[in-house]
């Protein structure tokens, strides 16, 4: 049962833009109502990396250092969706992005360990 699906990834020159989107699954709305969502991204031959967490009102946010100022995290619980707006991008920033769900906690942490995950969404960044 597919509870998060991420789109929006694709090919973008370096110092280019991207947008992520992650929707909830009908089934999954509550959940993702009440968790702190966030971002994680796997480069190739790399671990998954924390990448930025929001709160479930949408009113904290937390990134990892390696994209702030470049990267915005947001949410939509109208349409139970989550976005990653991604500029200035470069090429260290190629990976699979993973949405991700953290039912345990309302807020993010760097550190969170979410219960959820999406597919995964390619982003390749060309210099």
């Known amino acids: 049962q597919v509870q998060l699906v991420e789109s929006g990834g694709g090919l973008v020159q370096a110092g280019g833009s991207l947008r992520l989107s992650c929707a909830a699954s009908t089934a999954f709305v509550r959940t993702f109502r009440t968790s702190a969502m966030a971002w994680f991204r796997q480069p190739p031959g790399k671990e998954r990396e924390f990448v930025a967490g929001?709160?479930?009102?949408?009113?904290?946010?937390v990134y990892a250092d390696f994209v702030k100022g470049r990267f915005t995290i947001s949410r939509d619980t109208a349409k139970n969706t989550v976005y990653l707006q991604m500029n200035s991008l470069k090429p260290e920033d190629t990976a699979v992005y993973y949405c991700?769900?953290?039912?345990?906690?309302?807020?993010?942490?760097?550190?969170?360990?979410?219960?959820?995950w999406g597919q995964g969404t390619q982003v390749t960044v060309s210099s």
């Open positions: 929001i709160s479930w009102s949408g009113g904290i946010t």
């Open positions: 991700a769900a953290d039912s345990t906690r309302n807020l993010p942490t760097q550190r969170m360990r979410p219960t959820y």
